[in-house]
């Protein structure tokens, strides 16, 4: 490092790399394929915290049985030339961080299905790093998700001992001020393109409210993260609303849900919405096929003419330095 203390991009640190991680994807969108991911996803107890005993056969033998064939459906839909478009873009991001981070070793893991984070901490370990930056690519903070990733990095400092590189995570990143700003310029440029609809959706993935009620701080994040880029838009209070989408099961979940807003603002008479999703950094099945498709069509069935979703930021140049410059941020600290 510099005397400053910043980031000297011209000395390369091969002791230092920065671990993007995301929640997962299956390999193929096929039916054992989207069974083994939801497998080793709905099995993590920070994701569904029953009792193992009455949960895991409920999953073996009926949920997994009956949802995996049509979630492989769903993912057939979206599914890219070079695969699923969460592993797609979320290798890309890693490549443009590469580009921008050219001292450090930037690569990218999942925390379900491949490329898995253990193998990618575990290959950083051979090659000699001392340092790990981990990025949860979660901006807003919840013991469903980023708390999960925290028990893998946990798991292996215990198993590496004293041989295992430093870690640290960075736990949010739900205002950070080039997000929001890539945010509200992505907004911008849409409806520059395409004109504005009457309301803007901000949709974030729901969590169960007993979660919540437990000290679970997401919900605060997600509006805090929403309200950031309403400000930045300089949006009226009634110009956008919050809303939570992807129930599952039977209990109460964060309210208020994306698809019964949706059907009581046709009902109202709006009849174009714009829906962005702040809190997934890069496309997948929730945005591509759940809002773009799913809910646009209850949009439409309910009375309304357009739902027009805007797309994450994915890959582009705005999000790349925006995560990098958090990266620097927080490597500067590190001593």
Sequence with gaps: MPDNGTLDHSVPDNGTALLLVNLGTPDAPTAPAVRRYLAEFLSDRRVVQLTRWLWLPLLYGLILPLRSPRVAHKYAQIWMAEGSPLGVYTRRLAEALQARLPSLRVRHGMRYGTPKLSDALHALAREGVTRVLVLPLYPQYSTTTTLSVADALTAFSKEHGARAPQLRMIEHYATDAGVIAALAASIRAHWEARGRGERLLFSFHGIPQRLVDGGDPYAGQCRATAEAVAHALDLAPDAWTLT???????????????????????????????????????????????????????????????LAYIPCLNDAPEHADALAALAQRHLETWT
Excluded at 244 to 251: D, I, V
């Design 244 to 306: 939570f989408q992807s129930r599952f099961g039977r209990e109460r979940w964060l309210q208020p849900a994306t698809d019964v807003t949706l059907r009581q603002l046709a009902a109202d008479g709006v009849k174009r919405v714009d829906v962005v999703c702040p809190g997934f950094p890069v496309d997948c099945l929730e945005t591509l096929e759940e809002i773009a498709m799913q809910n646009a069509e209850i949009f439409r069935a309910a009375g309304g003419e357009r």
